[in-house]
């Protein structure tokens, strides 16, 4: 069992406090809370967990949550000073990638959500999490997930679907987000422009990188929505490739259908890419 905590006691007419940590996990409790817990994420709908700067007022907001809920695999490393300066910090806190085992994980890449199979399994877990919070809402919590999960399985029916029948399937990605999201669809990423992030690559690095995409007819390099940096167009224009977006779904409105919505438009845009 990965959340230790023992179930809270509420007041009949408090709803139980989930802080969540971003987009996509957001989206996922949402769906099981359904109206019987507050849910509330901790970054901001711009912030994206890489690049947060964790503050008090965000220490104060994990203090009085019931259920704190991460991903894990050093995507929120400055979650490490609320657990040092918080004692007892265990007994609410689910951290989702926990749950992977080595066959599901990609060495210590941590963007598993991007497949949506791995994510039915992320919402398992939160289900869970929030019966044993307040197992008065079980039956409630249970439902949800069922719900949502038939969901989620759905999405990835759509994506095997429309992907099936593409024949070029190499890409080039900007950040190393998508390696669970091929694996699960059967594309290949032959190449990544910034293998380590905010650090650029070296020139010899970027060379053997233009050769891979020309050898292997390449169509598109898949950046960041709104986040083409002047070295992906660069290399863009020398290759005479398309800058297209495909999300990684770290930050963006927090509503419950983004993480569906977004991973709909990433298809949209790989079949558009890769006819």
């Known amino acids: 069992m990965l959340f230790l905590g023992a179930a809270a006691c509420m007041a009949a007419d408090t709803k139980p406090r989930v802080v969540t940590s971003f987009l996509p996990i957001y989206c996922w409790t949402a769906n099981v809370a359904g109206d019987k817990a507050q849910v509330e994420n901790l970054l901001s709908s711009h912030a994206e967990p890489h690049e947060y700067a964790f503050t008090p007022g965000d220490a104060r907001k994990l203090n009085s949550a019931n259920l704190v809920i991460l991903n894990g695999m050093s995507l929120e490393p400055w979650l490490g000073a609320w657990q040092r300066g918080t004692p007892g910090t265990e007994k609410k806190l689910l951290t989702i990638s926990t749950a992977l085992n080595e066959g599901q994980r990609i060495g210590a890449n941590p963007h598993f959500w991007l497949d949506p199979q791995l994510a039915c399994a992320g919402v398992s877990n939160i289900a869970a999490a929030l019966v044993r919070m307040d197992p008065a809402h079980a039956a409630a919590y249970a439902s949800n997930a069922v719900s949502y999960i ?125 006819h």
């Open 150 to 274: 038939a969901r989620l399985h759905q999405l990835d029916a759509d994506i095997r679907s429309a992907l099936a029948g593409v024949t070029n399937r190499a890409i080039v990605t900007y950040h190393d987000a998508f390696p669970y999201f091929a694996r699960r669809y059967g594309l290949e990423v032959v190449g990544v422009v910034e293998q380590v992030p905010e650090v650029n690559p070296t020139p010899k690095y970027l060379a053997r990188l233009s050769q891979t995409i020309r050898a292997r007819g390449v169509r598109a390099i898949f950046v960041p929505p709104h986040s083409a940096s002047r070295l992906a167009r660069q290399i863009a224009k020398d290759l005479r490739v398309p800058l297209v977006d495909l999300d990684t779904i770290e930050a963006g409105e927090l509503t419950p259908d983004a993480y569906e919505r977004a991973m709909r438009a990433n298809l949209s845009a790989l079949l558009q890419t890769l």
